[in-house]
């Protein structure tokens, strides 16, 4: 890496911007990233941890399934001891969930997750908290990760490599002139001041809030800020990730985390995702749906609820219909897309597939730049999450 | 959680600049309920006062261990910690005993430098030894496998000897070599213990117990700080060393 060598300036640091300022800076991109809290404070960090299988998408979303396996498998792979190796059940309670069951087979099958169906008295032996009323459950590569430390290892690696990760740092406009996007204005939240920082290409990569960052440019991003509300209660209810065997549904996960259980989630849209609220009735039927699966998630100790905006492509119309919206990605060369030059967004998408993420969008950038270092992240383990706050 | 009602709260609150000659204490009034926890309060300070406030936050479930601040003066996680446990004003402060960056931020590098050389990777994720993919559910106390501790720093904001001693390395860092010895996974033990046989380590503790006081995670790293020493005395008795004497917290050798 050279001091002349193409600089990308990458706005965000949640999973995306730091698996993507990873990849880049392996390619030998010069890398600023800009984030204006504490890293993963945005979507990535409150997510309630679960590394997907895909099994949830595997119905109605296969791309995403399949996109989940794929990484699932990957991650676990370049980030060992990121991940609680505790697998998931998806749990049939009601004749409903049994009709939902033989399509669930086949939608894993052909997307390539692997399934093992148990019946009730093998899944009570393996989870005994799990309700007495289930009728089947099927157990997939689901996993528990740490929501922000995980991620965190993507901006460790990244830092080593000698990307510049600037937290405490907003981006106060984007500099727009003839066309080309040629870097940003920013404000150090730590000093007040307000600096330029130059790029060749800025990437736009600050999932719900993308809409708002792209508006800098004058281009429009298909994005619907669409939160959840989740519960965390005291108490490792389950090992294993616990999942409605159903299309998805509000209060249909208990994900164990630590000595804590996470119940998610719900869905609903806003136009500011940085104005949740936490809506008393969601947490309620986070107790409600969740007790169906593990009757003991009603009795137990509240610890925490909270509400996490997910980034769901789609345009007001896709969403005002009231229509499932895909979990899948999307980058945006805004030159193609809106005649915008050195502008690119990254959205969509999910914890689990950062990396994936990560790599289109550098593949897209890194065409741009005229750079064909193809990407090496399948291969590289990560360093630890603490290297991230090394000196 | 949702806030109902008229009801307001009068936050106290640090605010800091670098390049600023002072902290300053800015007054704010904030829409409460019963549940109205004090991380809801800050954020609505900055939705709504002041997009410029510093605060880190990251779960919101007291899982990632980035929202320690200091409430009326004791160590909390802000994202569990309710106002209407607070009476009067309520006075949000940076944890002790780190540097300052801005505001409630404080600067976590020095914590996880006074960590032993292994750093903590998010280890007990791991599959144990004997577990494979296969038996992975096979009981749940087989298979507690996160680390208890978050990496908050709250305990070493609430230790008095980090507040007087620059160098000890305090409870956290403490706790996890401890945690190293109970499950070494290939880690050097004779390292480890060498690490903690020093006055600034397991011999710098005077046994106050704030930090097992004041850890939101339940991993009592007090109780981790005498295991190290029993450990030490052990491994001293053995050497033909001075053993300092048992459970004094101001043994030293």
Not at chain 1, 19 to 47: M, Q, W, Y
Not at chain 1, 136 to 152: E, F, H, K, N, Y
Not at chain 1, 165 to 172: I, S
Not at chain 2, 80 to 101: C, F, K, Q, Y
Request: hydrophobic content about 40%.
């Amino acid at each position: 890496m050279t001091r002349g060598s193409p600089h990308v300036l990458i706005v965000g640091g949640g999973g995306t911007g730091g698996a993507l300022a990873h990849d880049l800076a392996l390619r030998g991109v010069r890398v600023t990233l800009v984030e204006r809290g504490e890293f993963t404070s945005g979507t990535t960090g409150r997510h309630h941890g679960l590394l997907h299988s895909g099994a949830r998408y595997a119905v109605n979303d296969a791309e995403s399934a399949v996109e989940c396996i794929e990484e699932n498998t990957l991650l676990r792979r370049i980030a060992p001891g990121s991940f609680e190796e505790n697998d998931g059940l998806f749990v049939g309670v009601t004749d409903e969930d049994m009709a939902y069951l033989p399509g669930f087979l086949e939608g894993c099958e052909a997307t390539g997750i692997p399934t093992q169906v148990l019946q009730p008295a093998e899944a009570l032996r393996l989870e005994p908290m799990l309700s007495p009323d289930l009728k089947v459950a099927v157990r997939v590569p689901d996993a528990t990760m740490d929501a922000m430390r995980m991620p965190l290892r993507f901006f460790a690696t990244a830092k080593a490599n000698g990307a510049d990760l600037l937290n405490w740092v907003d981006v106060a406009d984007l500099e727009l002139a003839g066309g080309t996007v040629s870097g940003a204005r920013v404000r150090d939240l730590v000093t007040g001041r307000t600096t330029r920082i130059g790029a060749d290409i800025v990437v736009n990569a600050t999932g719900p809030w993308s809409e708002q960052v792209a508006s800098m440019a004058g281009v429009d991003v298909p994005i619907r800020p669409s939160p959840g509300v989740m519960l965390a209660v005291r108490g490792r209810l389950t090992n294993m990730v616990i999942n409605r065997l159903h299309a998805s549904g509000d209060g249909d996960i208990v994900v164990p985390q630590r000595a804590l259980s996470v119940v998610g989630t719900s869905s609903w849209f806003v136009e500011d995702p940085d104005d949740l609220g936490v809506p008393a009735d969601h947490v309620q039927r986070m107790i409600d749906e969740g007790s169906i699966l593990v009757p003991a998630v009603r009795h137990a100790e509240f610890r925490a609820a909270w509400s996490a905006a997910r980034p769901l492509i789609g345009s007001r119309e896709d969403a005002d219909s009231g229509r499932e919206l895909s979990r899948t990605f999307k980058t945006i060369d805004h030159a193609v897309d809106d005649g915008v030059e050195g502008f690119v967004t990254i959205t969509g998408g999910k914890g689990t597939t950062l990396r994936g993420m990560a790599e289109v969008c550098a593949d897209v950038v890194c065409r741009k730049l005229g750079i064909d270092t193809p990407c090496s992240t399948r291969d590289t383990v990560l360093l630890p999450h603490t290297a991230a706050y090394a000196a | 959680m949702t806030t109902k009602g008229g009801s307001t709260r009068r936050l106290l609150l640090h605010r800091y600049r670098r390049g600023d000659a002072e902290p300053h204490i800015e007054e704010h009034d904030v829409p409460a309920d019963e549940g109205t926890t004090v991380l809801a309060a800050l954020r609505w300070i900055q939705l709504h006062r002041d997009p410029s406030l510093g605060l880190r936050h990251s779960c919101f479930h007291a899982s990632c261990g980035t929202c320690g601040v200091r409430v009326n003066g004791r160590e909390h996680l802000a994202c569990v910690t309710m106002l209407a446990d607070h009476e009067g004003t309520i006075a949000v402060d940076p944890i002790a005993n780190l540097p300052v960056s801005h505001d409630v931020v404080v600067d976590m590098q020095p914590f996880f430098a006074r960590f032993p050389d292994q750093h903590p990777i998010v280890r007990a994720s791991e599959p144990l030894p004997h577990a494979d993919a296969t038996d992975a559910a096979d009981g749940i106390d087989e298979h507690e496998r996160f680390e208890d501790c978050i990496e908050c720093g709250l305990c070493l904001s609430a230790c008095p000897i980090a507040a007087t001693d620059a160098t000890y390395l305090g409870p956290a860092a403490l706790a996890y070599a401890q945690r190293l010895l109970e499950e070494p996974r290939g880690t050097d033990r004779e390292a480890i213990l060498d690490w903690a046989d020093q006055v600034n380590a397991a011999w710098g503790c005077h046994a106050a117990f704030e930090c097992t006081e004041a850890c939101p995670s339940d991993v009592r790293p007090a109780q981790r700080i005498m295991a190290l020493r029993r450990e030490l005395r052990r491994r001293r008795r053995r050497q033909g060393r001075e053993v300092p004497e048992p459970e004094n917290g101001t043994a030293r050798p």
